[in-house]
C-alpha cells in the first residue's frame, strides 16, 4: 500500500488547496523555519484519526482550521484527503485505489470521516490504519522533536510500538473493543439473569393465576351459555304468561262488570220482590181484616136469627121442625169446631206471618251486612296484595341490587377486598321519612358513590374494576374530603323565612365519623316545604344556592329549576325500615282478612240458618193456609146448610128475612177466602222467587269474591312476571351485553330448565369458591411467558456471544502472543546489527520486563554504545537517543516493513556523519517502506528521490512546490 496523494484545504496554514502526489521511495519536504512543512505530517496524522490537540501542536481541535491572517479571512472548514494505492491489497479496503478524508467545521465540534467519498466512521479509519500498520501508535508517524521521546519512553509504550510493528495492535484494538463488548456482554448478562429470575418468580403465580382466571373464564362460559338462554326462557316464558295475564285481567274486567251486572239485576228484582211481597201481604190483611169483619157480621145476624127462632119454636110444629133442629144442631156443633179451628188457624198463622216477617228481615240484614263484609274483604285482599307486590319489588331491590351500577355492584360483593370499604353512601345516611324525597334528589347518583378511608383504596379498587373488566364506580376518600358549610349570615337569613326546613346535612343522622362526609355532600344546600317558599327564599339569597323541597322539585344555584310528578319509585333510603313497614301490615291485614272471611262464613252459615228457617216456616204457613182455606170453605158450606135450614123455619114462621143477609155475607166472605187463598198462593209463588234471587245473588258475591282473590293473585304473579322480565333484560344487557332479540338466538327449547337451573346455582357456587379472580392473569401469562422465552433466549445469546468473546479474546492472545515473540525476536536480530552499524559497534539488545507473561510484558531497550557502560537510556545525550531510537525503527523496518513512514527532523540532533548513514538507510529501507521526509539536513537532502519545497508567499499561507538540490539549499539558507 503506497500514499499516492495528500489534498489539504483550510487545515493550518493551507488557506489555498493544496496537492501533493508521491512516486514512493524517498521524499523530502523542506523549507523554512515556519514556513508550514511539519503541517502536512500533522495533516496525514489528523486524517488517520488523531483526537489529540495538542498532538498536533494545539490547543484545541478547532485550532487546527485556517485562523486567518492580514491578508487571507478565517476559513469556517478543514478538509484533508489521503489518497492510496492499495493494489497490493495490503488493507481490506475492496479497492485497487481509495481515500480517507477527514472535515471539521468551525462552531460544530463534529469530525467527518469519509471513505471513498462515502461517510464513515472514526473506528473503520482506526482500522485500516492499525491493519496497514500506519496507526498513530507505531513507528510510521514520528513528529518533530519526538524522535528522543522513543528511547526514553516506558516499556509499555514500546510494546505499543512493537504490537503495531507485528500487526497485533489491531487485534489489541479488537481484543480491548473485546473486552468492552465482553464487560457490556457480561453486564448485560447479569441484568439479563435478573430479569430471568424476576420472570420466573413471576411466571409461577402468574401460571396458577392464569389457570383460575382459564377456569373462570370456562365457567363463566358455561354459565353465559346456560343462563342466557334461561333468562330468555324466562324473558319469553313471562313474557308469554303477561300477555295471558293481560288477557285475563281484560276478561276479569268483562267478568266483574257481568257479575255486578248480576248482582245489580238479582238486588234490584229483590228490592222489587220485597215490595210485591210487602204489598201482597198487605193485601192478604186487608183481605183477612174484611173476613174477621164479614165473620163477625154473620156471626151477628145468626145471633139475631137464633133469638128469633127461638120466639118461633113455640108456633112451630110437627116433622119438620124436629126434623130441622136437629139438623142445626148437628152443624152448629160441626160450625162451632170449624170456628174454634179457623181461629186457631188464623191465630197460629198470623204468629208464623210475623215470625216469618222477622225471619225475611232478619235474612235481608244479613245480606246487606254480608255484602259490605265482601266489600271490605276484597278492599283488605287487594291491600294485602299490593302490600305484597311491593315487599317483593322491595326485596328485588335489596337482595339482588337491582338499582347499582355494575361498578358499584362489583365492588360492594367483592368489598372484603378492600381493607379501607366502608359502605355505599345510601347506607351511611338516616333520613326521616319527611325528608326522604328531598335528601334522595339532592344526592342524586351520589348515593350510590363508595365511601373508602383513602385514596389508595379508591386506586387499588379502581385497577380492581379495570383488571376484571367491571365497570367503573365513584368513590369518596374520607381523608380527602372537606366540608361544604354555608356563612353563618346566610343561614340565619333563611331562618326568619316561611317554609324553610334547614340546612340538608341538618336533616339526617350519621356516625360521628361520617360527619365530614355529611356535610360535604349535604352542607351547602337548602330544603323547603314547598317550591313558592324555595323559590322567595332562592330570590332572596341571590340564587346563590341549591334549595329542595320536601316534594323534591329544585332551585339550583344559578336559578335554573326543576320538578313535576316524577314516577313514584322505591326510597333507597331506610329500606329495611320500609321493608319492615309493609311487613308490619301484612299482620294485620291478614288478620282483618282472617276475620272478616270469619264473619262472613258466620253470616252465611247465619243467612242459610234463616233461609231454611223461612222456608220450613213457609212450607208450614202454606199448609196451615190450606187448611185454614179448606176449614173456612167447609165452614161456608156448612153455614150455607145451617142457613137454609134456618130460612126454611124463618119462611115458615116470619117474614124476617135473615137468610139473605146472611147468605149475602157467605158470599162475600167466600170471595174474600178465595181471594185470599189466591193472594196466598201468590205470596208463596213471590217468596219462592225471592229465595230463588237471595240465592243466585249469594251465589254471584262468592263468584264475585273468588274472582277478586284470582284476581289479587294474578296482580302479584303479573307484577312478580314484570320484575323478572325486567331483571332478566337488565342481566342480559349488564351482565352478557345482549339484548332479547339477540339473546333469543341462543335459545334451546329441549334444555332441561330444572337441570339447567341446579347447574347455574353449582357454577355460581364454584365461581364464588374460586375467590378473587385477576382476568388479565392469562393475558399477562402469555406475556410474561412470552417475554420470558425471549429474554432466555437472549440470555443463551449473550451467554453463546460471552463464550465467542472469551473464545476470540483467548484466540486474539494467541495471535498476539505469537506474533509479538516473532517480531521481538526478528527485530532484536535486526536491532543489534543496525545498532553496531550506526554507532560504529557497541551492544544492544531487545527485552522482556516480565518474561512470564508475553502478552502484556512491556519491552526495554539495553544499549552499549562503543567504549561506554550500560546505562538507563535516558541518562544518553540527546544525540545518542535519537540515534537509538533510530537504530530501532530501521530494525523494527527491516524485521517488519511499513508501507510508510513519515519522519519530521528525526535526525536533526545527529551529526553529519551520523546524517548520512540515516539517510542511507532510508535508500537501502525504501523498497519496502515508502518515506516522506521533514528535513532541513543538507545529506539527507542528497541522499533522497524528491524533494518539495514549503515557503509562504503570503503571509500565513504554505505553498508547495518541487524543488532540486540547488534550489533546496538556496531555500534553506534563505
Not at 510493528?165 to 465482553?182: F, H, N, P, Q, W
Request: proline share 2%.
Amino acid at each position: 500500500m503506497k500514499l499516492i496523494q495528500v489534498e489539504a484545504h483550510g487545515f493550518k496554514s493551507f488557506a489555498d488547496k493544496v496537492a501533493l502526489k508521491f512516486d514512493g521511495g524517498v521524499v523530502a519536504i523542506i523549507g523554512p523555519n515556519g514556513s508550514g512543512k511539519s503541517n502536512i505530517n500533522d495533516a496525514i496524522r489528523w486524517v488517520l484519526g488523531e483526537s489529540s490537540s495538542k498532538a498536533l501542536r494545539g490547543d484545541n481541535m478547532e485550532d487546527v482550521i485556517f485562523a486567518g491572517s492580514k491578508t487571507e479571512k478565517e476559513m469556517d472548514r478543514a478538509e484533508v484527503t489521503l489518497t492510496f494505492d492499495n493494489r497490493d491489497h495490503a488493507v481490506s479496503v475492496p479497492h485497487d485505489f481509495f481515500t480517507i478524508s477527514r472535515v471539521l467545521h468551525r462552531g460544530k465540534g463534529e469530525n467527518e470521516y469519509f471513505i471513498n467519498g462515502e461517510p464513515a466512521r472514526l473506528r473503520d479509519v482506526k482500522e485500516i490504519a492499525m491493519e496497514s500498520g500506519i496507526s498513530k501508535s507505531s513507528l510510521a508517524i514520528i513528529s518533530q522533536g519526538t524522535i528522543s521521546d522513543i528511547a526514553e519512553a516506558t516499556p509499555e509504550r514500546r510494546r505499543e510500538i512493537f504490537e503495531e510493528a507485528s500487526g497485533t495492535s489491531m487485534y489489541r484494538y479488537r481484543k480491548i473493543e473485546a473486552k468492552r463488548k465482553l464487560d457490556r456482554t457480561e453486564e448485560a448478562l447479569s441484568q439479563i439473569s435478573v430479569l430471568v429470575l424476576e420472570l420466573e418468580k413471576q411466571l409461577k403465580p402468574l401460571q396458577r393465576q392464569a389457570e383460575k382466571a382459564k377456569v373462570y373464564k370456562e365457567k363463566m362460559e358455561q354459565l353465559k351459555e346456560v343462563e342466557v338462554v334461561l333468562l330468555v326462557h324466562d324473558l319469553m316464558h313471562y313474557s308469554d304468561r303477561l300477555t295471558i295475564l293481560e288477557d285475563e285481567a281484560r276478561d276479569f274486567s268483562l267478568a266483574k262488570e257481568d257479575l255486578q251486572t248480576r248482582l245489580n239485576s238479582y238486588l234490584s228484582a229483590l228490592n222489587q220482590k220485597t215490595e210485591i211481597i210487602n204489598s201482597i201481604e198487605s193485601t192478604i190483611q186487608d183481605i183477612q181484616k174484611k173476613l174477621d169483619e164479614t165473620n163477625a157480621e154473620i156471626s151477628n145476624l145468626e145471633i139475631r136469627s137464633a133469638k128469633e127462632a127461638k120466639q118461633r119454636e113455640m108456633v112451630l110444629s110437627g116433622a119438620i121442625k124436629v126434623s130441622n133442629e136437629d139438623k142445626k144442631e148437628t152443624l152448629k156443633e160441626v160450625l162451632s169446631e170449624l170456628n174454634e179451628k179457623i181461629i186457631a188457624y188464623k191465630k197460629f198463622l198470623k204468629d208464623k206471618a210475623d215470625e216469618l216477617k222477622a225471619f225475611e228481615d232478619k235474612t235481608i240484614k244479613l245480606s246487606t251486612d254480608i255484602n259490605e263484609l265482601n266489600r271490605l274483604y276484597h278492599i283488605e285482599v287487594e291491600k294485602l296484595n299490593k302490600v305484597k307486590s311491593k315487599i317483593d319489588v322491595i326485596k328485588d331491590v335489596r337482595d339482588n341490587r337491582t338499582s347499582l351500577a355494575k361498578g358499584t355492584k362489583n365492588i360492594v360483593e367483592n368489598a372484603h377486598l378492600f381493607k379501607g370499604y366502608k359502605s355505599l353512601v345510601s347506607q351511611l345516611i338516616e333520613v326521616e321519612p319527611k325528608f326522604a324525597k328531598a335528601i334522595e334528589t339532592i344526592l342524586a347518583n351520589a348515593t350510590q358513590h363508595i365511601v373508602v378511608d383513602t385514596p389508595e383504596t379508591a386506586v387499588a379498587a379502581i385497577n380492581f374494576l379495570k383488571q376484571n373488566n367491571g365497570g367503573r364506580a365513584t368513590f369518596i376518600p374520607l381523608s380527602s374530603i372537606q366540608p361544604k358549610l354555608l356563612p353563618e349570615q346566610h343561614i340565619v337569613v333563611a331562618q326568619v323565612q316561611n317554609g324553610f326546613l334547614g340546612v340538608a346535612s341538618e336533616l339526617v343522622n350519621t356516625a360521628k365519623e361520617y360527619d365530614t362526609l355529611k356535610k360535604f355532600l349535604l352542607g351547602n344546600t337548602l330544603v323547603c316545604d314547598t317550591i313558592d317558599n324555595a323559590n322567595k327564599l332562592s330570590k332572596l339569597l341571590e340564587k346563590r344556592y341549591m334549595i329542595v323541597t320536601l316534594d323534591g322539585d329544585v332551585i339550583r344555584a344559578g336559578g335554573v329549576m326543576s320538578g313535576g310528578q316524577a314516577t313514584q319509585s322505591i326510597s333507597i333510603f331506610g329500606i329495611e325500615d320500609q321493608l319492615k313497614q309493609l311487613e308490619d301490615l301484612l299482620e294485620p291485614l291478614e288478620t282483618n282478612i282472617a276475620v272478616l272471611k270469619e264473619q262472613i262464613l258466620k253470616l252465611e252459615h247465619e243467612k242459610q240458618t234463616q233461609i231454611t228457617l223461612s222456608t220450613n216456616f213457609s212450607l208450614e204457613k202454606a199448609n196451615y193456609e190450606n187448611k185454614l182455606s179448606e176449614a173456612l170453605s167447609e165452614f161456608d158450606d156448612l153455614s150455607i146448610k145451617y142457613q137454609q135450614l134456618t130460612n126454611e123455619e124463618l119462611e115458615l114462621e116470619s117474614k124476617v128475612d135473615f137468610g139473605k143477609s146472611i147468605a149475602a155475607l157467605i158470599v162475600e166472605r167466600s170471595n174474600l177466602s178465595a181471594n185470599y187463598k189466591t193472594q196466598s198462593e201468590i205470596l208463596k209463588s213471590s217468596r219462592d222467587q225471592f229465595y230463588d234471587l237471595t240465592f243466585k245473588k249469594n251465589e254471584a258475591d262468592v263468584a264475585l269474591k273468588e274472582l277478586l282473590e284470582e284476581n289479587g293473585k294474578k296482580i302479584a304473579e303479573k307484577v312478580r312476571a314484570e320484575s323478572i322480565i325486567e331483571n332478566a333484560k337488565r342481566r342480559l344487557s349488564e351482565q352478557y351485553g345482549l339484548l332479547f332479540e339477540t339473546a333469543k338466538q341462543f335459545y334451546k327449547p329441549e334444555l332441561d330448565f330444572d337441570v339447567a337451573r341446579k347447574l347455574v346455582d353449582n357454577l355460581k357456587q364454584d365461581i364464588r369458591e374460586l375467590g378473587h379472580i385477576n382476568l388479565e392473569a392469562i393475558e399477562q401469562y402469555e406475556v410474561v411467558q412470552e417475554r420470558y422465552t425471549q429474554v432466555k433466549t437472549q440470555e443463551d445469546q449473550i451467554v453463546a456471544a460471552k463464550n465467542t468473546i472469551e473464545e476470540a479474546i483467548n484466540e486474539m492472545d494467541k495471535i498476539i502472543v505469537e506474533r509479538i515473540t516473532q517480531t521481538v525476536e526478528l527485530v532484536n536480530g535486526e536491532f543489534k546489527f543496525v545498532f553496531a552499524k550506526m554507532f560504529g559497534g557497541g551492544m544492544a539488545e531487545i527485552r522482556y520486563t516480565d518474561p512470564d507473561n508475553l502478552l502484556d510484558s512491556g519491552i526495554d531497550v539495553i544499549a552499549q554504545p562503543p567504549g561506554k557502560a550500560i546505562k538507563n537510556l535516558k541518562l544518553f545525550s540527546g544525540g545518542e537517543k535519537a540515534l537509538i531510537a533510530i537504530s530501532l525503527l530501521f530494525a523494527i523496518l527491516k524485521a517488519k516493513p511499513l508501507p510508510l513512514c513519515i519522519l519530521d527532523e528525526v535526525e536533526a540532533a545527529l551529526d553529519e556523519a551520523n546524517v548520512i548513514r540515516f539517510a542511507e538507510f532510508l535508500q537501502n529501507l525504501k523498497k519496502e517502506t515508502q518515506f516522506i521526509v521533514i528535513t532541513h539536513r543538507q545529506g539527507t537532502m542528497e541522499r533522497v528521490d524528491k524533494l518539495y519545497g514549503a515557503t509562504m508567499q503570503k503571509r500565513g499561507v504554505t505553498t508547495f512546490f518541487g524543488v532540486n538540490l540547488a534550489e533546496a539549499k538556496s531555500l534553506i539558507n534563505d
